[in-house]
């Protein structure tokens, strides 16, 4: 039997902090008319003390699991697509599985950048897709203000902080991801680098004082790049799904220029009025842009039940990506899914495993003691 992967769960969080192009002039040599008619961002979301790439994911995925109506227990795999982590490891999906409670979800994380939403999706596709597992949630969560340099014109005016989830689900009826392709090329992977903090140049007081732990772009090159393979990502995945692009009904690309997004259009021929486009209001908030742009959509009753829908991405890498969806809308609710009590229930259970490690640790230590 054949199974496909719907898409059953969506939701989204973002910071509530905004900051406007006006805001960024008082910081950097800019403006808001240069901001606006260079990228089409009007202001971005940025994370408080508080916030953080868990904390958002957490709040998408809680809404994704509702519209699901589905318990975190019967979830089989976490991914979080993130260039943003909380830490190198653990894993900020083992941070998100632990404060839902999911405790028969495997979790890891997934770095390509701003295509990550893509590779995620198709990940998670695929699993269900072999029978390998029945639910997946599938998250782009960024907290990019926490890496770029707040005083470089070039980066520091694209980038905002938000997180989008999906939930996957099996199924034996055709429909949900039904295409999708993933590309890199490392060739071009100093044209959008983090290159300090890790094993090729860990923190030194130096690498500090030289900026080194903050994002790098040659914007030029990446928006000469993001043109061409948008539009080459689309029409592969559309070709794969045995579709044209007369028969897609909405794209979602990433939110990162509306000058990249007009152009690779044109050269697709799809109109505009068919593209989903909210970079004005939340910037590029890089592998979140995707799910965030489709949470609107939805509320905005741009996807219904039974449209075809496209993802297009590109990102560092540099990576590339696109997929195509007929979407399912939610299933029939069978339960409620309270975010509040799984939120109490999460954190218990958290706090018991860890008591009953230390626990554990104790009855150890007497059964071995130090040699
Ligand atoms: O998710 C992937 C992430 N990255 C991207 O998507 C980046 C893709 N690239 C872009 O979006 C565009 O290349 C930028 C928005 C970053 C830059 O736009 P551009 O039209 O490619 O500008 P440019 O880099 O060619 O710079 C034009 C001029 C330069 O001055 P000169 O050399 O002509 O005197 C820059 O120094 O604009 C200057 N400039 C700025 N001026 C005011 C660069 N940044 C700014 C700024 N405000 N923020």
Redesign the pocket.
């Known amino acids: 039997m054949s199974l496909y992967a719907h898409i059953t769960g969506w939701g989204m969080a973002v910071p509530e902090q905004i900051l406007t192009n006006d805001d960024?002039a008082r910081q950097?040599?800019?403006?808001d008319e240069?901001?606006q008619s260079?990228?089409g961002i009007r202001e971005r979301r940025i994370a408080n003390g508080d916030e953080s790439t868990a904390t958002l994911a957490v709040e998408a995925s809680l809404r994704a699991l509702q519209v699901a109506n589905l318990d975190p227990m019967d979830l089989d795999l976490i991914i979080v697509s993130t260039s943003s982590p909380e830490y190198i490891f653990p894993a900020t999906a083992c941070l998100v599985q632990d404060r839902l409670g999911a405790g028969n979800a495997g979790a890891f994380d997934l770095l390509a950048?701003?295509t990550g939403f893509i590779y995620a999706l198709n990940i998670g596709t695929q699993a269900i897709r072999s029978g390998a597992i029945r639910n997946a949630l599938i998250i782009g969560a960024e907290t990019l203000s926490r890496l770029v340099d707040w005083k470089d014109?070039?980066?520091?005016?694209?980038?905002g902080d938000g997180a989008g989830a999906f939930v996957l689900q099996a199924s034996p009826e055709r429909g949900g991801v039904i295409s999708a392709v993933m590309r890199s090329d490392g060739s071009g992977g100093d044209l959008?680098i983090l290159p300090g903090g890790c094993s090729r140049m860990p923190a030194t007081y130096e690498t500090v004082a030289s900026g080194k732990h903050y994002i790098q772009?040659n914007?030029?090159?990446?928006?000469r790049f993001?043109t061409r393979v948008m539009a080459q990502a689309t029409e592969e995945a559309v070709r794969k799904a045995e579709l044209t692009i007369k028969d897609v009904q909405l794209v979602i690309p990433?939110q990162?220029?509306q000058?990249?997004i007009e152009a690779a259009l044109r050269s697709l021929n799809f109109p505009m009025e068919q593209c989903v486009i909210n970079l004005d209001r939340y910037g590029?908030t890089?592998t979140a842009?995707i799910p965030i742009a489709t949470c609107e959509a939805i509320q905005q009753g741009r996807l219904k039940a039974g449209d075809t829908v496209v993802f297009v991405?590109?990102?560092?890498g540099l990576t590339w990506g696109a997929a195509v969806a007929v979407w399912s809308g939610p299933q029939p609710v069978v339960r409620r899914m309270l975010p509040l009590r799984l939120r109490l229930y999460a954190r218990l259970r958290s706090w018991i495993r860890r008591f009953l490690r230390r626990i554990d640790a104790m009855i150890w230590g007497r059964h071995n003691p130090p040699i």
């Open positions: 960024l950097v040599d800019t403006s240069w901001i260079r990228t950048a701003c014109r070039n980066t520091c005016i694209l980038f959008l772009m914007g030029r090159e990446v928006f993001a990433h990162a220029n000058r990249i590029n890089s842009s991405g590109f990102g560092a």
